[in-house]
């Protein structure tokens, strides 16, 4: 079964720093275009960022300076450096990213992580 499973997230104060990765198991030919998104509650689920096969990078505005998307392709993993957290910064973040299987592209989602920025 292919999935894709968080880690990193946690509790900090406003002005620190936490990473998140996220590892896709299982049987996964390739990955094609990753990202991170989250929810806050009452919010719907935004983007944060995104990464290419190829390493090219998108970033909402909001985040942007801030927060650096990375991947390692041979650990098939993503990640989310994230600095000079703010408290509005606190959610559910998720990764998302679209993976060949059996020659077919499946997007998947994880499980999601929680960050939470204290004032």
């Known amino acids: 079964q292919v999935q894709l499973v968080e880690s990193g997230g946690g509790l900090v104060q406003a002005g620190g720093s936490l990473r998140l990765s996220c590892a896709a198991s299982?049987?996964?030919?390739?990955?094609?275009?990753m990202g991170w998104y989250r929810q806050a509650p009452g919010n719907q689920r935004e983007l944060v960022a995104t990464?290419?096969?190829?390493?090219?990078?998108n970033s909402a505005d909001s985040v942007k300076g801030r927060f650096t998307i990375s991947r390692d392709n041979a650990k098939s993993t993503l990640y989310l450096q994230m600095n000079s957290l703010k408290p509005e910064d606190t959610a559910v973040y998720y990764c998302?990213?679209?993976?060949?299987?059996?020659?077919?592209?499946?997007?998947?989602w994880g499980q999601g992580t929680q960050v939470t920025v204290s004032s």
């Open positions: 990464i290419t096969s190829a390493g090219n990078t």
């Open positions: 998302n990213a679209d993976l060949v299987v059996a020659g077919t592209t499946v997007r998947s």
């Open positions: 299982g049987i996964v030919a390739s990955i094609k275009a």
